[in-house]
T-cell receptor, first 114, second 115 residues
């Protein structure tokens, strides 16, 4: 069964701690993305990767970091430098970044930082 | 820069009635347009897209959308709404020239279908 998995579904952390969100895909897609979703704000792009060992900052990359060591995996670390980390985080992938490929989304991770 | 506007935060419709969720866009170059649906606490699911060709695009679950270049719109429609269509709907735009390959999403429209 192909798709994107994100874990965990819910994550709770104390302020000042770094936390890593997992994203794995078995669709053989080259491109992967991380979005943050806040109520009434739509999706905002954090980072994206066109290919293994390459990634680029999106619109709101400050306080986040990523790696892309394998085609299947694109983990996101929310660092203590992120001022307002509580949000719903979505990982997505697409065949490539030609612009006309639709994205496939994971089920999301809801992060709560207190 | 490319952008998407979804002018309605919420659309209410009675079950069995036709529904329309509006989307307008701004992009340099030819647009690629997408609709996605999101159910509570879930990821987005792809519904349909316009790349080129026929202006009327048919997608999943009986949804369709019409590309109107002169009005820069890509409204989502369904002839007969179901209660199970209640969800959050996102329009997105990208392009292969003069803009970004990466889709820009609208803020979303909450569709509520009343029994």
């Amino acid at each position: 069964d192909g798709g994107i998995t994100q874990s965990p579904k819910y994550l709770f952390r104390k302020e000042g701690q770094n936390v890593t969100l997992s994203c794995e895909q078995n669709l053989n897609h080259d491109a992967m993305y991380w979005y943050r979703q806040d109520p009434g704000q739509g999706l905002r792009l954090i980072y994206y990767s066109q290919i293994v060992n390459d990634f680029q900052k999106g619109d709101i990359a400050e306080g986040y970091s990523v790696s892309r060591e394998k085609k299947e995996s694109f983990p996101l670390t929310v660092t203590s430098a992120q001022k307002n980390p509580t949000a719903f985080y979505l990982c997505a992938s697409s065949i490539s970044m030609g612009g006309f490929y639709e994205q496939y989304f994971g089920p999301g991770t809801r992060l709560t930082v207190t | 820069a490319q952008s998407v506007a979804q002018p309605e935060d919420q659309v209410n419709v009675a079950e069995g009635n036709p529904l329309t969720v509006k989307c307008t866009y701004s992009v340099s170059g030819n647009p690629y347009l997408f609709w996605y649906v999101q159910y509570p606490n879930r990821g987005l699911q792809f519904l349909l897209k316009y790349i080129t060709g026929d202006n009327l695009v048919k997608g999943s679950y009986g949804f369709e959308a019409e590309f109107n270049k002169s009005q820069t719109s890509f409204h989502l429609k369904k002839p007969s709404a179901l209660v199970s269509d209640s969800a959050l709907y996102f329009c997105a735009v990208s392009t292969s020239s003069g803009g970004s390959y990466i889709p820009t999403f609208g803020r979303g429209t909450s569709l509520i279908v009343h029994p």
